[in-house]
């Protein structure tokens, strides 16, 4: 199973920037996908989740200015990041499991590598 992401890069505060993830066909379009990310020295924290029929979860942080969709057709991930914010800086990665426990996917779960946004100020 692969999950793996594109888009990204660099921006200014107040940017937007687009991500994708493309799961490889053994992962379940049924599975719940979602978006993490990872500053240095924090731990990895939720950002997005959305379920197979398309209802979604966001972190109080990005609410009003991310958008999470997926393509079930593709088995494709997106996420639509507005005014960003230099706290925005991150390591962004995709995931997919079959449910989930507050921001944990259980019982098991898959990664991306993971994509850097940087947002400047």
């Known amino acids: 199973a692969q999950l793996v992401e594109s888009g990204g890069g660099s921006v200014q505060a107040g940017g937007s920037l687009k991500f994708s993830c493309a799961a490889s066909?053994?992962?379940?379009?049924?599975?719940?996908m979602g978006w993490f990310r990872q500053a240095p020295g924090k731990e990895r924290e939720g950002v997005a989740v959305?379920?197979?029929?398309?209802?979604?979860t966001y972190a109080d942080s990005v609410k009003g200015r991310f958008t999470i969709s997926r393509d079930n057709a593709k088995n494709t991930l997106h996420l639509q990041m507005n005014s960003l914010k230099p706290e925005d800086t991150a390591m962004y990665h995709c995931?997919?499991?079959?449910?989930?426990?507050?921001?944990?996917?259980?019982?098991?779960?898959?990664w991306g590598q993971g994509t850097q946004v940087t947002v400047s100020s």
């Open positions: 995931g997919a499991g079959p449910f989930r426990m507050g921001w944990v996917f259980v019982p098991v779960s898959y």
């Open positions: 066909g053994d992962i379940p379009r049924t599975y719940l």
């Open positions: 959305i379920y197979g029929n398309s209802s979604t």
